[in-house]
């Protein structure tokens, strides 16, 4: 893939992650993981591995509405063909105040399809 192909597959992928996180239910954000070997870490909490604790992860959260609005997202393509994205951005759950949030992804493609391997999520607190 070009450099450009790339960035789109990131920039959609990453639009469609958020659609789905914040309208949709959580078990089609847990669709989007590897299924055995698809992992996500959550500020620092044990990681998820496979779409069954990563489907206990999504549900365990206990905001009702949630709202991502991205600030920037960085993709490059990694050595092996799979695609790493780093965003930064604000997250808005319920009532609360707006907060800080980074987040990386690591996808891989199979069957015309990507989906994330590696997931990291971190809470940025100042201070």
Not at 51 to 67: G, Q, V
């Amino acid at each position: 893939m070009t450099e450009e192909q790339v960035k789109d597959v990131g920039k959609a992928f990453i639009h469609h992650y958020y659609h789905t996180f914040d309208t949709g239910s959580r078990e089609n954000v847990a669709a989007l993981y590897e299924p055995s070997v698809g992992r996500m870490d959550f500020n620092g909490a044990k990681t998820a591995v496979g779409i069954a604790e990563i489907t206990e992860r999504l549900r365990s959260y206990t905001f009702t509405t949630i709202t991502h609005t991205v600030s920037t997202m960085d993709v490059q393509q990694t050595y092996d063909g799979g695609i790493l994205i780093v965003v930064t951005g604000m997250l808005r759950a319920d009532n609360d105040q707006p907060m800080q949030f980074t987040e990386t992804f690591l996808l891989k493609g199979a069957n015309n399809s990507w989906f994330v391997v590696n997931n990291f999520f971190r809470l940025v607190f100042h201070g």
